[in-house]
């Protein structure tokens, strides 16, 4: 068998820790640390909302809110003397922020006159609301239509007759 020398081990050794501490180096682990960085900031907020899909939002609590009703949530909260002075927008697992987000709460935050930040690709950004297309609250963005038979009719226009109906 044949020995290496000391030396020769001293230096591939070295060489070894010198190429995982340049590789370390590399590597910033961006995605774990900004995760950490919003959830750590996510206790600083007086209120905290998640994006959902079609322009809904979801409360920490996991209810699902149109901005109609969370828009309704707000203005309870500002009649009971608890409106937040400042709220957090964060993506969900199903959605990720969109401009229709924004612009609902840029709508709220104009009514409310709380200040909102949303996460933007991992850091916190404080919207404008004056500079964004503050939205109309909307209750269902995609209402069905109704059938043709049903066009014209109101539900308080009379009382029910079986004879009309099939």
Known sequence: MTRVPTLMTRIVGALFLASMLVLAGCHRG???NDVIATSAEQGKFDYTLKAFKSGQFETMDGAVLSAADAGSHFAYLKDTGK?????LLLPSDDSK???????????????????????????????????SEARQLEDTPHKADLPDRMKGKEASSGAYDPQTQQ
């Open 30 to 32: 961006a995605s774990k």
């Open 83 to 87: 409106l937040p002075k400042t709220v």
């Open 97 to 131: 922020i969109r401009d229709n987000h924004l612009g609902f709460m840029a709508r709220m935050a104009l009514d409310y006159g709380f200040a909102v930040y949303y996460d933007k690709k991992g850091e916190l950004v404080r919207l404008n609301a004056v500079e």
